[in-house]
């Protein structure tokens, strides 16, 4: 499965496209300030949850990040008492103006309140949010990623996937198991799945399985000495919709050089 995501990245190095920038700019250095024993304040937590939770089921490159300075005005710069004391349909209305509302925003926007509340919590208890997630990293990220959308610590609108966007955006390194990775993983035989079909590989995979990617791509990220993020990045623009989409819901699978793919076509 190795050579597998090395011809991937032969692939992507073949298109000419400047396909790590936005890591470079946006994710590597958080990762670099967590690495330095850098701490996030409070506020760069609740944009780092905001950012990741607004990204379900809305296309990225092309709606959330050419809106991000709106996203910021919108969300007060993400001071806490702010948010808790404006009500979730001022969110919701305000997003839809400028197009960057989906299908789940209403649900986001009524569980932002005790989101907050709940970054709180965890700082009252332990100092701060990082101390917290420290005593998870770096060796158990699942379990961190776990603790955030199904255990104690459960956050609104937050899934495996979800959990991982969020704790990349404050410099944990993971690789996030949505729809894209774990189909693209499946196509490779790099994870089993249960029964398949076409709803399950259009974003059905339940938390086990992608706890099982999370795993399975950190070690692929060791074995190719590159961070768990960037190969997050790697992958997800080889399949998301963008300049690439190689292997997205309609694989092109004759632009792609992996040529042992158990899935070609």
């Known amino acids: 499965m190795y050579q597998q995501i090395q011809n991937i990245i032969t692939t992507m190095n073949a298109t000419g496209v400047n396909y790590l ?10 990762i670099l300030k967590r690495v330095g024993g850098g701490k996030f304040s409070l506020q760069e937590h ?12 809305v296309a990225w490159n092309t709606k959330i990040a050419p809106a991000l300075p709106q996203i910021d005005e919108i969300f007060f710069h993400y001071d806490p008492q702010k948010i808790k004391n404006t ?59 776990k603790e955030l959308a199904i255990g104690g610590h459960k956050l609104n609108s937050v ?39 076409a709803t399950k590989l259009n974003g059905g995979f339940n938390d086990a399985e992608k706890v099982d990617v999370i795993r399975i791509a950190h070690q692929i990220a060791v074995t190719l000495n590159i961070g768990d993020a ?4 790697i992958l997800w623009n080889f399949c998301a919709e963008g300049p690439i ?8 699978c004759g632009q792609c050089l992996v040529n042992n793919c158990p899935s070609r076509i």
């Open 21 to 30: 920038d936005d890591y470079r700019r946006n994710v590597e250095p958080n």
């Open 46 to 57: 609740i944009r780092a949850l905001v950012y990741a939770i607004i990204s379900a089921r």
């Open 87 to 145: 009500s979730a349909q001022y969110f919701v209305d305000q997003m839809k103006k400028i197009k960057c509302a989906g299908q789940s925003t209403n649900a986001q926007m009524n569980g932002l309140a005790a989101n907050v509340e709940t970054l709180e919590q965890i700082e009252k208890e332990h100092g701060s949010i990082d101390d917290y997630y420290n005593q998870f990293l770096p060796n158990n990220v699942e379990g961190l990623v």
């Open 159 to 197: 899934g495996i996937a979800i959990a991982c966007e969020y704790l990349k955006n404050v410099g944990v390194n993971v690789v996030k198991p949505d729809v894209h990775i774990c189909r693209l993983f499946y196509r490779l035989g790099i994870v089993k799945l249960g029964k398949v079909t």
């Open 230 to 233: 960037e190969l997050d990045a």
């Open 245 to 252: 989409n190689i292997c997205g819901a309609n694989a092109k």
